[in-house]
């Protein structure tokens, strides 16, 4: 069994940053990729970044590209979301998820575990 806990959410004006932190509980943590997802006030969830299980190879939506990036430490059983650059469009609850596949992972569905999200708020 794996908790997955998420924080560092809260109100940021455009053009700043946040960095959101996902703390796992397990063992096992370094044989789950993660991801990162959010949902935005009316609108479905979406992919937001991936990283694999060794944190080599890292997955993003193009909506991010060159804003955000993803780590993970695997001593610490934490995946972190580095946001630069914040638009109002990032406004939603960010969720941290846990797959044993990165293809199921970036899928979006089937996950193994999923927090239990951190609200990010950027004011125009």
């Known amino acids: 069994q794996v908790q997955l806990v998420e924080s560092g959410g809260g109100l940021v004006q455009a053009g700043g940053s946040l960095r959101l932190s996902c703390a796992a509980s397990g063992r096992t943590f370094s044989s789950y990729a993660m991801g990162w997802f959010r949902q935005a006030p009316g609108k479905e969830r979406e992919f937001v970044q991936a990283?694999?299980?060794?944190?080599?190879?890292?997955y993003y939506a193009d909506s991010v590209k060159g804003r955000f990036s993803i780590s993970r430490d695997n001593v610490k059983n934490t995946v972190s979301l580095q946001m630069n650059s914040l638009k109002p469009e990032d406004t939603a609850v960010y969720y941290c998820?846990?797959?044993?596949?990165?293809?199921?992972?970036?899928?979006?569905?089937?996950?193994?575990?999923w927090g239990k999200g951190t609200l990010v708020t950027v004011s125009s």
């Open positions: 990283i694999s299980g060794t944190g080599d190879v890292t």
């Open positions: 998820a846990a797959s044993k596949s990165m293809a199921t992972l970036r899928s979006g569905y089937g996950m193994d575990y």
